[in-house]
């Protein structure tokens, strides 16, 4: 089995990686290896930048007992001499049992999987889906607000390039949710991904932070503009100022990296809980690779 994209994810397996991801959060937390994927290898294929999302995946396999190998810089591999993604897949596959990679050409990891019958995980392809992020943002939410059911989720920033944020709308779709959106004009979530799922949750467009329980800012993706114009005129901060808008109890996450969607300052307000979101990716990775790899739950 593949992770590809959120869209055609089912509620029972949403619902088995986050039971299995519970299950999993103390040995993330003890930074404790288990042995339930001993012997195996995962390859992390990364041709485009990551830091957590390549690391968490590397520790989620180290502590699951497995080994990792692969890359993060394309420019030192051979698809920097022209090599095909065909050709680097049939080799990886005698070095590995799974593979997990980002790349900025979307469909590039559904490609992959439909190549090699080693699990593949997209970790990201262009601004289309970024699943394993919007299981691990189901967990933060279900672990910081109690549960995921009743909450008004606001998405900020970059709705059209983000696609962390198109993966975590299907998937919030299948939870009774209410699912705000805030965004500069040229930058609205694609209208296509609103119409999949407006059938069974409901998503309206904002301009204030009040309501939500959950606010999800965004990166304005700067790598996915031609116009460095539009880029400047679409950045946003959430402050100090903004702070004293948004609900007591409600919750700040951020998939990061940020760069000035959040200030410095915004870090130590008990309602920040972005570096908690990048640590439950930890435990979320461990229960995608033992299911995708088919380990036995410890
Ligand atoms: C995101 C990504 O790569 O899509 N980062 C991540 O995986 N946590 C968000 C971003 O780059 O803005």
Redesign the pocket.
């Known amino acids: 089995m593949d992770l590809i994209t959120t869209r055609t994810l089912s509620k029972a397996f949403i619902e088995d990686i986050l039971k299995k991801a519970e299950s999993y959060e103390k040995a993330a937390r003890d930074k404790k290896n288990l042995t339930v994927l001993k012997g195996k290898t995962l390859a992390t294929l990364f041709f485009?930048p990551?830091t957590?999302?390549q690391m968490s995946f590397q520790a989620a396999m180290l502590r699951l007992g497995g080994t990792y190998l692969g890359f993060s810089n394309p420019k030192t591999t051979s698809s920097a001499k022209g090599e095909t993604l065909a050709d680097t897949i049939r080799v990886v596959e005698g070095y590995a049992d799974a593979i997990v990679m980002?790349h900025s050409v979307e469909g590039a990891p559904a490609r992959a999987a439909e190549l090699t019958d080693l699990p593949v995980i997209n970790?990201?392809d262009g601004s289309n889906q970024?699943p394993s992020?919007a299981l691990l943002d189901l967990f933060t939410i279900r672990k910081e607000k109690g549960k995921i059911d009743g909450q008004t989720i606001l998405l900020a920033g970059d709705l059209k390039y983000?696609?962390?944020v198109h993966s975590l709308m299907y998937a919030l779709s299948h939870y009774d949710v209410d699912i705000q959106l805030f965004s500069p004009p040229s930058l609205k979530m694609p209208e296509s991904i609103v119409n999949d799922i407006k059938d069974r949750v409901s998503v309206t467009e904002t301009s204030d932070f009040g309501d939500a329980d959950v606010v999800y800012a965004?990166?304005v993706?700067r790598e996915r503009f031609a116009d460095p114009e539009e880029y400047q005129k679409s950045l946003y901060t959430i402050d100090e100022s903004m702070l004293a808008k948004i609900k007591t109890d409600a919750i700040i996450l951020h998939?990061?990296?940020r760069v000035k969607e959040i200030a410095p300052e915004v870090d130590a307000d008990p309602r920040a809980k972005y570096f908690e979101q990048?640590f439950y990716g930890v435990p979320t990775r461990m229960a995608i690779l033992d299911t995708l790899l088919g380990g036995s739950s410890e």
Request: glycine share 10%; proline share 11%.
């Open positions: 485009e990551s957590r999302t980002r970790a990201g970024h992020q983000g696609r962390t965004t990166r993706q998939p990061l990296p990048s």
